[in-house]
Structures are given as structure tokens and as C-alpha cells.
T-cell receptor, first 110, second 114 residues
Framework: QKEVEQNSGPLSVPEGAIASLNCTYSDRGSQSFFWYRQYSGKSPELIMS????GDKEDGRFTAQLNKASQYVSLLIRDSQPSDSATYLC??????????FGPGTSLSVIP | ETGVTQTPRHLVMGMTNKKSLKCEQH?????MYWYKQSAKKPLELMFVYNFKEQTENNSVPSRFSPECPNSSHLFLHLHTLQPEDSALYLCASSQNTGGAYEQYFGPGTRLTVT
């Protein structure tokens, strides 16, 4: 089992819709979770971090964490074409390593 | 701008060349990282430095040699590379390697080995 898994996509949503990106992880003791956005040819950019179960909102972005299910998600409301990018989930494990998932490619269709 | 700079942004080198990548962070962080990102592959962590000391080397071939003279600067010395080493090399920094561990990335160096 891979340590951090994401659907590779591409995920296509129409402009204005909600995009839902999912990530699962294998280390039950993981405590810190991060979402990065990476535009083609650019470096990853930190969007959000989440540490506690529940939801964390920042503008159009909401991160959701469920440690019992070992699941973290990112919701993007009112999706815009400029949100088209690859979204990377990263998990800090109980053995103090940050593991990145393979990323999900999101395409927002005007 | 994230406060992490990398030079050069693009590099083409032959297999017998020696070159160095440079990273500098202006965030006051104590930890710095080198990652490799190949096409259609996840980010691969190469090296970690915390307070100038190397804390991780993820079985990276010896043709890659890191150097961290202080907490603000990180180098990756390259020699006798192979074509499969062509990739985007990313530098990142964080406050330290413990705690929340939010990492901030530089723009990367696109390396092509011919």
C-alpha cells in the first residue's frame, strides 16, 4: 500500500462548480496534512494545512480531515479556470517524514 | 514569491560536466530540502538539512552531493550525471523539521542531461 494516495485524474469540473479532491494515507499516527497547488512548469505552492479533525476554511478552499478514516480532502467552491492545476496532498507521518502524494490534475472548464 | 530562490532556473549539462545548483531562503527557516520531480512521478525527497546538519539522505546516488554552509543556503553539486537525472530539482525550506512542518518551495531548476 502506498503511503499517500490520490486519484491522478484528470478531474474536470465546469466553472462555478465545486471541485472535490481526495487523499488517503496509511500511517495512522500522522498528525499534519497539507495541500499544495502546482501549475504546469511551476513549483508547488502551499494552499492549506490542517491538523485537527473537521473542516478548515480559507476563502473558496475548505480542507476536511477525518483521522479515523485516514482521509483528507480539499473542496474548491466556485471553481475558476485559474484553479486548473495539479493538487498535491502531503502528510507528515508519525516518523517525522513528509510524504507527498502523486497529485490530482484538475481542469476547470469555462 | 515564497522567499526561496534557486539558481540557475534552467541547466543543460553533458554527462561529464560538473555543475552546482544553489538555493537561498530569506524566511529565517532552519530546515532546507532538495526534491526531485520527474515527469508523471511524485515528488522524491533527496536530502534534508536541519540547522546545517544533514538529517536525511534517501539513498541518493553519490553523483549528487549536497552542501549546506548555513541555514540560509543550500547547494547541490552534480557530476557525471545520467540522462535519467533530467528533472525539475526543487529546494524547499521550513521552520525546522519538527512541529507543523509547512514547507515553502523555490521555483526549481529544470535540469537536462545530454
Amino acid at each position: 500500500q502506498k503511503e499517500v494516495e490520490q486519484n491522478s485524474g484528470p478531474l474536470s469540473v465546469p466553472e462555478g462548480a465545486i471541485a472535490s479532491l481526495n487523499c488517503t494515507y496509511s500511517d495512522r499516527g500522522s498528525q499534519s496534512f497539507f495541500w499544495y497547488r502546482q501549475y504546469s512548469g511551476k513549483s508547488p505552492e502551499l494552499i492549506m494545512s490542517i491538523y485537527s479533525n473537521g473542516d478548515k476554511e480559507d476563502g473558496r478552499f475548505t480542507a476536511q480531515l477525518n483521522k479515523a478514516s485516514q482521509y483528507v480532502s480539499l473542496l474548491i467552491r466556485d471553481s475558476q479556470p485559474s484553479d486548473s492545476a495539479t493538487y498535491l496532498c502531503a502528510v507528515k507521518t508519525s516518523y517525522d517524514k513528509v510524504i507527498f502524494g502523486p497529485g490530482t490534475s484538475l481542469s476547470v472548464i469555462p | 514569491e515564497t522567499g526561496v530562490t534557486q539558481t540557475p532556473r534552467h541547466l543543460v549539462m553533458g554527462m561529464t560536466n560538473k555543475k552546482s545548483l544553489k538555493c537561498e531562503q530569506h524566511l529565517g527557516h532552519n530546515a532546507m530540502y532538495w526534491y526531485k520531480q520527474s515527469a508523471k512521478k511524485p515528488l522524491e525527497l533527496m536530502f534534508v538539512y536541519n540547522f546545517k546538519e544533514q538529517t536525511e539522505n534517501n539513498s541518493v546516488p553519490s553523483r549528487f552531493s549536497p552542501e549546506c554552509p548555513n541555514s540560509s543556503h543550500l547547494f547541490l553539486h552534480l557530476h557525471t550525471l545520467q540522462p535519467e537525472d533530467s528533472a525539475l530539482y526543487l529546494c524547499a525550506s521550513s521552520q525546522n523539521t519538527g512541529g507543523a512542518y509547512e514547507q515553502y518551495f523555490g521555483p526549481g531548476t529544470r535540469l537536462t542531461v545530454t
